[in-house]
């Protein structure tokens, strides 16, 4: 069952009204210092992640949520600063799924 849509890989757009829980890990390129990324549920944050580490250093870091959302609800995550690995070998990730339908 198909329980949300995603629009250009970014953009977690509900469905079903009910209990959702998100994850998203990521690892920081190794150019920048520190990196800001936001969970984005309706244009609030829900959570940041935030990585440090020295130029030349790769890091990871990685939050999960559990929300309760309602038909057409928008989740996202959101750049704040810095860079991330986004190649073919897939360093950062990002996913979403109903837990349980609520009415």
Do not use: C, P
């Not at 929300?67 to 959101?78: H, P, T």
């Amino acid at each position: 069952m198909t329980t949300s849509l995603y629009e250009a890989n970014t953009l977690y757009l509900v469905i079903f009204s009910g209990v959702y829980f998100f994850t998203f890990n990521m690892m920081k390129h190794e150019d920048v210092e520190e990196v800001y990324v936001y969970l984005m549920h309706n244009g609030n944050t829900v959570f940041s992640l935030y990585s440090y580490e020295s130029k030349g250093k790769a890091d990871t870091s990685g939050n999960s949520a559990v929300l309760k959302l309602a038909k057409g609800d928008e989740v996202w995550l959101r750049m704040g600063n810095g860079a991330l690995h986004g190649d073919h070998q897939r360093f950062s990730t990002f996913a979403g799924f109903l837990l349980f339908e609520t009415k």
